[in-house]
């Protein structure tokens, strides 16, 4: 870690809100990621157009964007940011979706937070749409990949992590 302390703990171990105050306006951006395995059945389903709820897909995309603008409501420490783009992709791999959810902004923190909540905000729903063909869906490899802006510059995930 580069950094070993907890920016959400004060000196006395209370949970606390960081001052951004004093950190330049830059342009952020993150990118997470999220898998959902499934049966074969149900993949063929997905990317044929053929799910008895409508387009998985598109329901679950909107799904993550709003959840991006809304992850300072879910996460009690996350300030508000104001998102200057949002983006949900899919991708069929092996036996199941890859699922990527890419947040920006023009601000002083960044949009981890905001791109994680997007992903597993879409990967839920996707679960959710599927659940009556496939109770034995797994929501799996929730992490985030990539992150850049601001003070700590570029931040790539290493593949073997």
Same mark, same amino acid.
């Given at each position: 870690?580069?950094? &070993? ?9 209370? !949970? ?11 342009? %952020?951006?993150?990118?997470?990621? =999220?898998? +959902? ?10 990317? &044929?157009?053929? !799910?008895?709820? #409508? /387009?998985? *897909?598109?329901?679950? %995309? +909107?799904? #993550?964007?709003?959840? =991006?603008? %809304?992850?300072? /409501? ?7 940011? !104001?998102? $200057?783009?949002? =983006?949900?992709? *899919?991708?069929?791999?092996?036996? #199941?979706? &890859?699922?990527? !959810? $890419?947040?920006? $902004?023009?601000? +002083? ?12 905000? $879409? ?8 659940? =009556? ?17 601001? %003070? ?10």
């Amino acid at each position: 870690m580069d950094d &070993q302390r907890l920016t959400h703990v004060d000196e006395n171990g209370a !949970a606390r809100m960081v001052d951004v105050g004093d950190k330049l306006v830059t342009h %952020r951006r993150a990118v997470a990621g =999220a898998i +959902v395995h499934m049966r074969a059945e149900t993949l063929a389903m997905l990317v &044929q157009g053929r !799910a008895p709820k #409508g /387009d998985v *897909f598109a329901v679950a %995309r +909107v799904a #993550g964007l709003m959840a =991006a603008k %809304r992850t300072s /409501d879910l996460i009690p420490l996350c300030h508000q940011l !104001a998102i $200057t783009h949002a =983006a949900i992709d *899919f991708e069929p791999s092996g036996d #199941g979706v &890859q699922i990527s !959810a $890419t947040v920006e $902004t023009n601000d +002083v923190t960044g949009v981890e937070m905001e791109a994680l909540t997007a992903a597993s905000v $879409t990967a839920l729903t996707l679960y959710d749409m599927c659940k =009556a063909v496939d109770r034995g869906m797994v929501v799996d490899g929730l992490r985030l990949l990539r992150k850049e802006g601001g %003070r700590s510059g570029l931040w790539v995930r290493d593949e073997d992590e």
